[in-house]
């Protein structure tokens, strides 16, 4: 009867995925959301309507939190909030139930699940069903490839974070059914073959619109899980880094930015250097996340906000004298890369939780590179985007995978391109005898400190958990400790072994 | 010849009662009392004894003797008032009921200045835990029955209203759904707390049903005009603990750096004497009640405006009913027409300048002496001289420079038939057609020179929501006394078809003035309009009740409803909710029959199935769909030079279900000394399965990491007692004291899909500090809402020391994995005691209510007694609770469980005085006034400021005035 | 309920602390051997709290005012390799080669989230014998061979870039005048520098020799970058509150070419002292630099913090430039 018929409510404005996979206009708004994943936290900016629920919408976001989770347990940053467990990450002693590694965690795979639902529908049987075909099915082919490379990227991730996880591809339909885990070896060789098979499906370097993950994308992430691959296989993979970096840089689509400073500003659209970018908007891709918190949470103290294009600093993040002391001179004079702020502000950190103790860091800004704001008027909400790949980290995966022994490359060609680097920071050259693994490390921290790197090289170079290396405030302690070598690894959260009581925990925890 | 006696009756509250009965025992001889209440009676002998009568009142002889003037005042008779009791879909004798129904009636609501009707009953019934609002004008409060059967979906229970169920959300700017009803045209209010009295409603039955029926006009009335007046002053009787102004500058003198110290001002300031103040208030009421021709009718209008004590919060309401209760057909038609309608105006105080009182400098004046930011002082930022975007704005700013208005507009009405057939009488069929339809419009205005959003150019939105809810109900009943066999059927067979719409249409975020700063771009529009909301879902039921009495004292009742929602998939679509409960009256029984001391025993033993599908607080109505929502302008993503606004596809639950509580009650009715002792003792436990929670998903299985899916189980088990007494009844002197007590305990049984040891819980409570901190659990084994804290280390002298906690799992670091359970926020036993005196013409009554074994986490203090909170490096001062003086603590320690106090309490809700000055005017009206005080005292241990805060969380509540009111009846 | 069971914190007995050794001789040979164990009996403060053990190491006498903290986490012992116990025993400014007596202690602490520990308890202090080796670091540098040691680049003097900025320097003694040049490497088959046009430096095959003037004890600086050099004799003092003439004069000291090192004996006060150059200030040495946080540790720093003689006596006094980067020196009681 009617009545019954009644029953049959949907919803008013948003659609049923049967109604958005028959139209293929909006395959780019979905292909634009699994990239939106990585920038924003919901559907609706800069909070609300958010993809995870359990955990503050803006701490939450992907970006900030891989930022977090790659550089708080570092000599490269301290912050001085009472978040929840955020001071853990300085203390090298999370729990499983840790809520920013639980968010980390959910991130990653709300990226594997989205992704896996487009990379479903627009199989070339689905696209077949529903008669899309022409340049609309070449255009959803290279979605499916880009989304595929998301998916490639979020597993990344959770090899370098996690270890072994949960495993799902497009062949899991969304339930309550319970996903197996993966060992990391396993998952590294999946990812592997994922890239691989994209590599050429993704549009030329640099052919691609701005922001979408084209060959150089792949290629970039292919050298870097080469070049950690003895860390998470336990079979170095340093020639097979060589070759991948080296198809970026020979193809010269993408070059370094004559200015240093410019990668990090709110028009660094425009780079040449940035091979993949995670965008924001000051007005239309708005977040408390993402580029929001690195160049609000940076800014306190005596820090003047209007060269940094914002309304006020959230008085968060400064350096340690570690990251300092990797650079002749904090005053930029002998390399551009010191960007450093002293003015009130002491090098010790004696109480972590003061601004002012430990350096500020001004490296990422919302003001153009001609010294313009960014577009938003209220100051809250950068333009900047966050460069996720930049060329100069594929020149050091480049140098370090030839030191490290890695065939097809020379130790010359590493030289000039750590030397062009150098150059264009206006830091002395240096020599052959001085290009050592030891001195990429330190140059690596030089050139992308800040850029959510730094606890996968200190783990590459055994330096994150024992005594080789201490820091300031390293297992929070002031002079730094040695803390237990599983700390290599987050902890699956407590939450997915709950839920998946497929899944067993990293040894440790 | 006799003599004319004259004389008055009153009820037993002193209020006049027009048309009692007053009869000359063994004659047919008799008067009925006038408007005023009084009679007169002539020839009457002096051995004559008179019998003084009124439905619902216990009837009383008086021997005339030489008098000629007798005044009575007739006490409820909490029998006869109960003779008819209201029940889903009609009424059933008193006498027939069998399960827990408590019912209350207008003569003994709470008195004073009240604005939502929920009130009315605070404190009065067992069983049903009514926490007041906060202070705000307008405010509702939280209702909760037997505790609550839900962990996620809604734990308020059903409200139907003069048959109409309506929609239990709040509508935008209004505190709740009550709110827009005036209390004072309320006659009965009912509560079905049982399953086996509930299950009628099925589907949204699970946590109890309310049923309000609204005062009508009777056929054969005098037209009868009633106003009402009542003004109120509020006043907050305490103040949050704050450091004084001296107390202040000794603590940053001793602990902060030259700046910081250069910072404190020459003022004493006390920043709650500013934002707070006494308040004034008025409710008026005007009630005609009469018989237009054959047609009773009555109607009122009421105008209402309430001031909060936090300056600048008003609430008005201006609300209309009109009752039409005509009988055709030899009375075999009766046609019941209800309108009601409300128009609210609300201005919300920003709630934030609270905590900005708590924690401003009180060495700073309230004024800069300049006329920047509307010349409030504010802490700058030095680098820009703007506001510094990390202190606490001007509270008194905060207060006058925000105008967040909403009008609200809200008709609630129906038509019901209900016609007697002619061929068989016994038979009735009965339509009920309804609406619930609400509109509300808001504004919310700060002016570009604001400090409080002066970054971003002032603010001006808008905001609107609508609801239009429909109702078509249909029934027949079919009564009968078989004499035969000495029994009575009562049957009902119905249908009910319900459709709910909510809309909230998207508005541009405006600012109110274009900005310019530090060469940032200016535009007036903040963020483009979002994605508009509506939602609709559509409950179909059918329904049958059979209730059967055998020899007056054996009652079954049995009743089936089936019902259908439109929010879950076709396979799940469909529920079944019987129930079943007897009763068994000792008193009829031979044995007892003479026992005259007992006036009434009675056994009910019940069980019922009851459901729960209202997912309307998560805010979707399509849960099994999978669904793609389209992002709001805000949140695009950029491909070259295009920004895409993004498709995303939703998590859901294909098999989403009802979630089903079953429950059993067993009680005894009681009462003695012809009913000056009564009562009951129910004994109940509520088993909800299939519980309707957000729970983690695992990882990768769905397109979200929290799924909405039935799981788990929790357990209410729970005592209640009532005893009503009238201890003193005699001429002129009447004194009732009821007191209600109800012991409930809570436990989550399960809330996994796969069973663990290891559950580590679901937490819930977030609180004020830092970002995203929360300070409670769901954990199996354990009630809702329970704390999770560290164990506080003390010194030998008693004082907290900062940082040290029990290192729980021995690991050598203090973590989240040392948090333990601790308490809950949930009463374990809560109280209500009211008591009324009538001496003559005053009466006096109070109403005392208490909850104890509750605990509150004092987000006030570890959010502001910590040494950080006065010294920062960001700029500024802020201030502090004096306990920092006690603890020392310098960082707020958020998990301590030192915050987590014992909230037990009593609380004078109400003390009433009233005077009947009887005629005036000429003979032509009585007058009646009154003079209250509500939330008289409080005592308790708690060291916050009010201890009652609904979900255990004391962060800045705005605080519940103490109220004095004068109220004046006119009766013509 | 909360009054019930409170947590109280009792301060607790010492504990009891037990090294496995009195006396270590520490050599870089044996860096990475366990060097000495330490462990104590564990603090009870009277509830089950979360400890965490420090040992302290200092000076003799020093009353643990300025200790080196090693941190042993929950664990009631710790093991310390020879190079960690090195590392810090030249962090409190011993001397390398010498036998000195440190303090030992161990310190109880309740770890609090995210703070500096708090309630310490400390065991009875245990004195070591210890004697702890230069380490040495070698930067990246070029050579000088010349005619005053036979033009061979593989036994050459170098000089060195410590921030590795291409900016190279040492001290080199030469007895006589000499010429000389300046080679990438420990052959002539690299970039080999010599005298270019208007003072400075050449890398072609055909550039002349560079030299210096006279015999003595020169500072040569050699910029890659800007392609100059330079070359600075030296001769060198003591000066400062300890010695005799206090900060008014120079104590000169005298050069040793068998040791290759500068040598002076004479009575010092309990006070501080520096060496300089040429009667001036321009180039000094100190130890350590409490501006930047950098501790005393047997490695002269330029500018550096005034050196601590620890008390009065008579002492030969030495130091040795001849490790470029490296610079030591070192105080013996007579
Ligand atoms: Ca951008
Ligand atoms: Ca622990």
Redesign the pocket.
């Known amino acids: 009867s009617s009545c019954v018929q009644d029953l049959d409510r949907t919803p008013a404005f948003d659609v049923t995925s049967a109604t958005v996979y028959a139209d293929p206009s909006n395959y780019k708004s979905v292909l634009a959301k699994l990239y939106a994943v990585l920038a924003v936290s919901g559907q609706q900016g800069p909070a609300g309507k958010p993809d995870i629920s359990g955990i503050d919408e803006g701490t939450s976001n992907y970006i900030r939190l891989l930022w977090c989770l790659q550089e708080l347990p570092t000599d490269e940053a301290v912050i001085g909030w009472n978040d929840q467990t955020i001071q853990d990450f300085h203390n090298l002693r999370w729990t499983s139930s840790d809520g920013f590694i639980t968010g980390m965690y959910n991130r990653i795979f709300y990226l594997v699940a989205a992704s896996n639902e487009f990379i479903r529908e627009t199989s070339d049987e689905k696209l077949a069903s529903r008669n899309i075909t022409g340049q609309a099915a070449a255009d959803a082919r290279t979605y499916r490839a880009e989304a595929r490379f998301l998916r490639a990227l979020a597993y990344s991730h959770a090899i370098d974070l996690f270890g072994s996880v949960p495993f799902v591809t497009e062949a899991d339909a969304p339930g309550s059914f319970l996903p197996r885990q993966i060992s990391r070896t396993e998952l590294f060789s999946y990812v592997e073959s994922e890239l691989k098979a994209i590599e050429n499906e993704l549009a030329a370097s640099r052919a691609a619109e701005y922001g979408r993950a084209d060959r150089a994308a792949a290629q970039t992430l292919l050298a870097k899980l080469y070049l950690n691959a003895q860390v998470y296989t336990g079979t170095a993979r340093y020639t097979d880094a060589v070759t991948y970096a080296s198809r970026v840089i020979q193809a010269n689509a993408y070059a370094l930015e004559p200015n240093y400073l410019n990668l990090f500003l709110a028009d660094n659209n425009t780079s040449r250097e940035i091979i993949f970018p995670v965008t924001f908007d000051g007005l239309r891709t708005q977040t408390y996340g993402g580029m929001t918190f690195l160049i609000h949470a940076p800014v306190g103290g005596s820090m003047p906000v209007a060269q940094f294009g914002i309304n006020g600093g959230w008085g968060g993040l400064r350096t340690t004298k570690a990251l300092v002391n990797q650079f002749p001179d904090v005053t930029g004079a002998t390399d551009k890369r010191a960007l450093f702020y002293t003015q009130g502000q002491s090098l010790e950190i004696n109480d972590i939780t003061q601004f002012t103790d430990g350096y500020a860091i001004t490296k990422f800004r919302n003001v153009t590179s001609t010294g313009r704001a960014g577009s938003d008027p209220s100051g809250n909400f950068p333009d900047t985007d966050f460069p996720l790949f930049r060329l100069a980290e594929v020149y050091l995966i480049y140098a370090e995978a030839v030191l490290r022994g890695g065939t097809g490359g020379d130790a010359a060609t590493a030289l000039t391109y750590v030397n062009a680097l150098r150059a264009r920071a206006g830091a002395p050259a240096i020599t052959a005898s001085a290009l050592t693994t030891d001195f990429l490390l330190g140059e690596r921290s030089r050139e992308l400190y800040w850029e959510a790197k730094r606890r996968t090289d200190l783990i590459r170079y055994g330096r994150f958990t024992n005594a080789t290396y201490l820091w300031p405030w390293k297992g929070g302690v002031k002079e730094g400790r040695a803390v237990e070598d599983f700390r290599t690894l987050y902890p699956i959260p407590a939450s997915d072994l709950v839920a998946n009581p497929n899944l067993k925990q990293n040894p440790g925890y | 010849q006799g003599l004319t006696i004259t004389g008055t009756v009153k009820e037993s509250d002193g209020n006049a009662l027009p048309g009692a009965t007053v009869q000359l025992k063994g004659t047919n001889r008799g008067a009925q009392t006038d408007v005023e209440g009084a009679y007169s009676l002539p020839n009457v002998p002096t051995s004559a004894t008179l019998v003084f009568s009124f439905i619902g009142k216990t009837a009383q002889e008086i021997v005339v003797g030489n008098r000629t003037t007798v005044d009575v005042t007739l006490a409820d008779d909490s029998k006869a008032l109960q003779e008819v009791v209201v029940v889903g879909y009609g009424t059933q004798r008193r006498q027939d009921v069998t399960g827990s129904i408590a019912a209350i009636s207008s003569s003994e609501f709470q008195r004073g200045n009240i604005v939502n009707p929920e009130q009315l009953v605070a404190g009065k019934l067992a069983g049903v835990s009514i926490t007041p609002p906060s202070g705000q004008p307008g405010g509702g409060s939280q209702i909760r029955i037997r505790g609550g059967s839900s962990l996620n979906a809604s734990n308020d229970p059903l409200i139907v209203i003069d048959g109409v169920p309506v929609d239990n959300n709040g509508v935008t700017g209004a505190s709740n759904a009550l709110s827009l009803i005036n209390p004072q045209d309320i006659e009965t209010f009912t509560v079905l707390k049982d399953a086996s009295s509930a299950a009628i409603y099925g589907s949204r039955a699970a946590n109890g049903v309310i049923l309000i029926t609204t005062k009508k006009g009777r056929a054969g009335d005098k037209t009868h005009v009633s106003f009402s007046t009542l003004g109120s002053v509020s006043y907050n009787p305490k103040q949050l603990p704050v450091l004084s102004a001296d107390q202040f500058r000794e603590v940053v003198n001793r602990l902060g750096n030259a700046n910081q110290r250069a910072l404190l001002g020459s003022a004493n300031t006390n920043w709650q004497d500013q934002i707070f103040g006494p308040a004034l208030s008025s409710d008026n009421n005007l009630a005609v009640t009469g018989a237009y021709r054959h047609i009773p009718y009555r109607a009122s209008v009421g105008y209402i405006s309430q001031n909060g004590t936090l300056k600048t919060s008003n609430f008005q309401r201006v609300s209309g009913s009109l009752g039409l209760t005509p009988r055709f057909l030899n009375d075999h038609l009766r046609v019941d027409i209800n309108l009601k309608g409300s128009i609210i105006n609300n201005r919300f105080a920003d709630q934030a300048a609270i905590g900005a009182a708590v924690s401003f400098d009180p060495t700073q004046p309230v004024y800069s002496g300049n006329d920047k930011y509307g010349g409030y002082f504010e802490w700058l930022d030095p680098t820009t001289g703007r506001p510094n975007q990390l202190a606490p704005r001007n509270p008194l700013g905060l207060l006058y420079q925000r105008q967040d208005r909403t009008e609200v507009q809200r008709s609630i009405g129906n038509v019901q038939l209900d016609y007697r057939f002619h061929f068989l009488p016994e038979l009735r069929a009965n339509l009920n057609l309804g609406y619930d339809i609400s509109k509300s419009t808001g504004t919310n205005f700060v002016p570009a020179t604001a400090g409080l959003l002066f970054n971003q150019g002032g603010q001006n939105n808008q905001s609107a929501g609508s609801r239009n809810n429909k109702t078509l109900e249909f029934y027949f009943n079919y009564t009968k006394d078989l004499r035969s066999v000495r029994s009575r059927v009562d049957v009902t067979a119905g249908y009910s078809y319900q459709d709910f719409i909510r809309e909230n249409p998207s508005f541009p975020s405006l600012r109110s003035g274009s900005i310019q700063i530090d060469g940032r771009p200016a535009s007036d529009t903040i963020s483009a309009a979002g994605v508009a909301f509506r939602t609709q879902y559509t409950l179909l039921g059918i329904f049958g009740r059979l209730n059967y009495t055998f020899r007056d004292r054996y009652v079954l009742t049995a009743t089936l409803r089936r019902d259908a929602t439109s929010r879950f998939a076709p396979d799940q679509r469909w529920g079944t909710f019987p129930s079943l409960g007897v009763s068994w009256s000792l008193k009829d029984e031979p044995f007892l029959k003479d026992t005259k001391a007992l006036s009434a025993l009675k056994l009910r033993l019940g069980y019922g199935v009851t459901g729960q599908q209202d997912l309307s607080n998560l805010s979707n109505d399509y849960p099994y769909l999978p669904r793609y929502t389209i992002s709001d302008p805000t949140a695009q993503y950029q491909f070259g030079n295009t920004f895409y606004r993004t498709l995303r596809a939703e998590g859901y639950d294909a098999n989403i279900k009802w979630e089903e509580t079953q429950a059993i009650n067993a009680a005894v009715d009681y009462a003695f000394f012809n009913g000056r002792i009564s009562g009951s003792i129910d004994v109940y436990r509520k088993t909800t399965k299939d519980l309707l929670a957000t729970i983690p998903v695992a990882a990768g299985s769905n397109l979200t990491n929290y799924i909405l899916t039935n799981v788990g189980n929790l357990r209410n088990t729970g005592v209640e007692f009532t005893i009503n007494t009238t201890p003193i009844q005699r001429e002129g002197l009447n004194l009732d004291v009821n007191f209600n007590a109800t012991f409930n305990k809570n436990e989550i049984t399960n809330l996994l899909k796969v069973p663990t040891p290891n559950d580590p819980g679901i937490l819930v409570g977030a609180i004020s500090g830092g970002t995203g901190n929360t300070i409670q659990i769901q954990t199996v084994g354990y009630p809702t809402n329970t704390f999770y804290v560290l164990r506080q280390v003390y010194n030998e002298s008693g004082v907290p020391l900062e940082g040290v906690y029990e ?9 989240v ?2 948090r333990v359970r601790y308490q809950t926020a949930n009463p374990r036993l809560f109280l209500g005691m009211t008591s009324q005196l009538t001496y003559r013409n005053f009466s006096a009554g109070f109403t005392l209510r208490g909850n104890f074994g509750n605990y509150l986490y004092n987000n006030v203090r570890s959010n502001n007694a910590a040494y950080r909170n006065v010294i920062n490096s960001l700029g500024y001062l802020g201030n502090a609770s004096p306990n920092v003086l006690t603890t020392g603590f310098v960082i707020n320690q958020y998990f301590s469980d030192y915050f987590v106090e014992n909230a037990s309490f009593v609380r004078m809700d109400n003390l009433n005085l009233g005077y009947n000055f009887g005629k005036v005017f000429g003979n032509t009206g009585a007058l009646r006034a009154s003079l209250n005080a509500q939330n008289v005292f409080v005592i308790t241990k708690y060291t916050g400021v009010d201890p009652e805060v609904a979900n255990g969380i004391d962060n800045n509540l705005y605080p519940r005035p103490r109220i004095f009111s004068l109220g004046l009846n006119l009766d013509f | 309920e909360k009054d019930g069971d409170q947590l109280t914190l009792t301060t607790p007995q010492p504990t009891r602390l037990t090294t496995s050794a009195t006396s270590v001789s520490l050599t870089s040979a044996t860096a990475t051997n366990e060097a000495l164990r330490l462990s104590w009996s564990p603090a009870n403060y009277g509830f089950n709290a ?1 400890v965490n053990y420090t040992v302290q190491l200092d000076k003799k006498g020093g009353n643990f005012e300025a200790p080196v903290n090693l941190s042993a986490g929950t664990s009631t012992s710790l093991s310390v390799t020879g190079a960690n116990l090195n590392q810090n025993l030249l962090r409190l400014g011993l001397a390398p080669n010498n036998a000195s007596q440190v303090d030992v202690r161990v310190m109880a602490a309740i770890t609090r989230p995210g703070n500096d520990p708090s309630n310490r308890v400390y065991s009875a202090p245990t004195t070591l014998s210890v004697t702890p080796y230069l380490v040495l670091i070698s930067y990246p540098s070029i050579y000088v061979p010349g005619a005053y040691q036979g033009w061979a680049p593989d036994k050459a003097p170098a000089i060195a870039s410590v921030k590795d900025n291409k900016v190279y320097e040492g001290y080199i003694y030469f007895q006589s005048p000499s010429e000389f040049k300046f080679t990438s490497g420990r052959d002539w088959n690299g970039t080999n520098y010599g005298a270019g046009t208007a003072n400075k430096l050449s890398a072609a095959g055909a550039a002349g020799n560079l030299s210096v003037p006279s015999g003595g004890y020169y500072l040569i600086r050699a910029d890659l970058n800007a392609l100059t050099f330079s070359a600075t004799p030296t001769t060198w003092a003591v000066i400062g509150a300890a010695t005799p003439k206090g900060w008014d004069a120079d104590t000169p000291m005298a050069f040793d070419p068998a040791t290759n090192t500068w040598q002076v004996t004479l009575d010092l006060k309990a006070d501080e002292f520096k060496f300089r150059a040429n009667s001036a200030w321009d180039l000094n040495f100190g130890d350590g630099d409490s501006k930047t946080n950098v501790n005393p540790d047997g490695l002269l720093d330029y500018n550096g913090d005034n050196i601590k003689v620890p008390s009065a006596g008579r002492y030969l006094i030495r130091m040795n430039l001849s490790n470029p980067g490296n610079y030591t020196y070192s105080l013996t009681k007579q």
């Open positions: 290192d729980r799992n021995g690991d050598g670091q203090i973590t994995d040392d | 979360a």
